[in-house]
């Protein structure tokens, strides 16, 4: 069973479209998050989630928005669909939010060309 | 801003041979953690060693941590093909497990 699974892995749309994509994972970990990488390797955190609030949100513009119906899921929507935000955006968890050595889990990434 | 840089940006050597990834970072920490991604897939974590700890060992894995000089290296011994993937070394400076990833070594092995 994948621990943290997110879909869809492939998203091709065009400017101005808004689009979803979801995150679960299976660990039962307290903290959720999303992750940027651009063209570059360059991984920026976006979001974190403990227990379904919000922790972090990283100067990411409004139009995109999380939402954590229950800890074990957290998805991202995306308004507004812009050529800069074609990336790959990928979902992670860990155990809990606070404290030291705690170890990410990360989803296969969902791969978002804006046309 | 980001945290962790490292060096060599990419890195082609022959199975068997050893890899050496380093790691720079600017700010105190309390764990530094080395992550792996292989093509069209998500980062796997490696290893962790902590602020306290100089060295820490993991099979074919030797992560080393000098915090006066705020780097890290990663050693991979007897490298395989398999091992062909981006390695990112990630800290946690706020201390909130909100990790900030470097721009990761390529590795290349060839057989």
């Known amino acids: 069973d994948t621990a943290v699974s997110q879909t869809p892995k492939y998203l091709v749309t065009q400017m101005g479209n808004d689009k979803s994509i979801k995150c679960e994972q299976n660990l039962g970990h307290d903290t959720m998050y999303w992750y940027k990488q651009d063209s570059k390797k360059f991984l920026k955190i976006m979001f974190s989630?403990?227990?379904?609030?919000?922790?972090i949100n990283e100067t990411v513009p409004n139009r995109f928005s999380p939402k954590s119906p229950d800890k074990a899921h957290l998805n991202l929507h995306i308004n507004s669909l812009e050529l800069g935000d074609s990336a790959v955006y990928f979902c992670?968890?860990?155990?809990?939010?606070?404290?030291?050595?705690?170890?990410?889990?990360f989803g296969s990434g969902t791969q978002l060309s804006v046309l | 801003s980001q945290q962790g840089e490292e060096d060599p940006q990419a890195l082609s050597i022959q199975e068997g041979e050893n890899a050496t990834m380093n790691c720079s970072y600017k700010?105190?920490?309390?764990?530094l953690q080395w992550y792996r991604q292989n093509s069209g897939r998500g980062l796997v974590h490696l290893i962790l060693?902590?602020?306290?700890?100089r060295e820490k060992h993991s099979g074919r894995l030797r992560v080393t941590l000098d915090t006066s000089k705020k780097s890290s290296s990663l050693l991979i011994t007897a490298s395989r093909a398999a091992d062909t993937a981006s390695y990112f070394c990630a800290t946690d400076p706020s201390g909130y497990s909100t990790l900030t990833f470097g721009k990761g070594t390529m590795l290349l092995v060839s057989p």
């Open positions: 060693i902590r602020s306290n700890e």
């Open positions: 989630y403990n227990n379904k609030e919000l922790i």
């Open positions: 992670a968890s860990s155990q809990k939010h606070r404290g030291s050595d705690e170890k990410l889990f």
């Open positions: 700010t105190s920490i309390n764990n």
